[in-house]
């Protein structure tokens, strides 16, 4: 534990971020593996109906990994900066406090899901061809919502400790069990129950997953341990936790969000059923580039936590000089792989040559400025750790839930299937002069130098 603990005080940040950074992307892509192989399994149900049911779904992702990440990713900056001041025994208050309340809130969300699913699909844009599909996919997301939010509680607790491998291991089994189940429960070998089948098999993975990592504590071989006779459920607690787990989960609602009105948009479109299916499949693989920046944060994080905690002007400001350069980086990296491998990765999930090519022109027009979303959300993590979270919540909520909300409702309707190809780029470059006017307001530099 020891060796764990001296990654966060002791080791030269970059390669501290690197370490923590690599085996959180890791598992984060194994993670986005449960999406991925359910859209290539339903692909080879040669389906246009049943991929547009799935893209529909894709804002209930998004709005439950955000519920998550409230009191995720609040929990651990405070089990961070509380191990950075020496105080385990007040990190193992706060982690055992939020997975108790991350159960409760699971099965709040997870029973209303359920209860108005109907009316959520039509909100996320489900017409009345796809709706009968989206409810068989959904009902069993809502259902994962019930493991998924104590499960990544938990998980980002143990990154905070940078207990990194268990969790890697954990959704790294669970993404491979749902590789196995997915045909098994799918097609007509096994028990034929088409697109229900994938999300019964993700359900599986998922529980399974969340079992792992919840033996990893029980075992007693984290560092903050889960005792449940440490559970002290307090509103200044609750409200710290939200204040600063709001932000990047501002970030995801918003997505969803925008997610939402372009399927909303596309439904008004000429051959809206092939738009919707061809933006489903692309909105699968930006998770992968979602996930990759996340993941870096992940590593981040509890860097600037333990620092911070431990008054460490100096390895906090290098953590955030060295993050903010590798994040405009590996935004690029992303941007230029898509871009160069449009089509190719369209046509993993359908070979069908109208939706490869809305498919590739939506996914380079998503893409084509994302360096603004990383250096977003980077800062919004910054934020929450100097104590600024109202900031940072604006910096989350202006590209997905302002500028792009406007833009995709308008373009479209105007200039039809060109309007949106350019409604990502547009509101990409508006956001990135909002948040340069936001970062000389708030006079950022000079915050980070002072450590405040």
């Not at 029973?111 to 108005?116: A, E, N, T, V």
């Not at 489903?280 to 580039?289: D, K, P, T």
């Not at 839930?401 to 060109?418: S, W």
């Amino acid at each position: 534990m020891k060796n764990r603990e001296i990654i966060l005080s002791k080791e030269k940040p970059r390669n501290a971020i690197v370490k923590l950074a690599i085996p959180a992307i890791i598992a984060l892509l194994v993670k986005a593996f449960y999406n991925i192989v359910d859209t290539f399994y339903i692909g080879m149900l040669n389906d246009e109906i049943a991929l547009a049911a799935v893209g529909v779904t894709l804002p209930i992702i998004l709005i439950s990994s955000s519920v998550e990440n409230i009191f995720a990713s609040g929990s651990s900056v405070l089990v961070g900066k509380y191990l950075g001041e020496n105080k385990k025994e007040k990190s193992s208050e706060i982690l055992s406090s939020t997975f108790l309340v991350s159960i409760i809130i699971g099965l709040v969300f997870s029973l209303s899901g359920i209860f108005f699913m109907e009316d959520i699909l039509k909100v996320f844009g489900a017409s009345e061809i796809t709706l009968p599909k989206a409810k068989e996919y959904a009902i069993f997301m809502f259902l994962s919502i019930l493991v998924n939010v104590p499960s990544e509680s938990l998980s980002f607790s143990l990154r905070a400790e940078s207990s990194v491998k268990i969790t890697t291991i954990a959704v790294t089994i669970g993404a491979i069990l749902n590789i196995i189940l997915d045909p098994i429960f799918m097609f007509s070998f096994g028990l034929n129950l088409g697109i229900k089948g994938a999300a019964m098999a993700s359900l599986i993975s998922q529980i399974v997953s969340f079992i792992i990592i919840l033996w990893y504590y029980l075992s007693k071989r984290s560092i903050v341990e889960l005792d449940f006779k440490n559970i002290n459920i307090n509103l200044d607690m609750l409200k710290n936790i939200i204040k600063i787990g709001l932000p990047t989960a501002i970030m995801q609602i918003t997505m969803a969000i925008g997610t939402a009105l372009t399927n909303i948009s596309i439904s008004k479109l000429n051959n809206s059923h092939y738009i919707l299916a061809s933006y489903g499949v692309v909105q699968r693989l930006i998770v992968i580039g979602l996930f990759i920046i996340l993941g870096f944060m992940q590593g981040y994080q509890p860097v600037i936590a333990y620092a911070k905690g431990a008054k460490n002007k100096e390895r906090f400001k290098e953590s955030y000089k060295f993050t903010k350069i590798m994040t405009v980086f590996i935004s690029i990296v992303i941007s230029i792989f898509f871009i160069l491998f449009a089509k190719p990765l369209i046509s993993l999930f359908n070979k069908n040559e109208i939706i490869l090519d809305y498919g590739s022109k939506i996914l380079i027009s998503q893409v084509l400025f994302y360096f603004v979303f990383g250096i977003s959300y980077m800062l919004t993590v910054t934020l929450q750790v100097i104590n600024m979270p109202k900031v940072g919540m604006l910096i989350s909520f202006v590209r997905q839930g302002i500028v792009y909300p406007l833009i995709i409702l308008n373009l479209p309707r105007i200039f039809g299937i060109k309007g949106l190809y350019l409604s990502q780029p547009i509101a990409d470059l508006i956001s990135l002069v909002i948040l340069i006017y936001i970062i000389k307001k708030i006079n950022l530099k000079n915050k980070i130098a002072d450590f405040t």
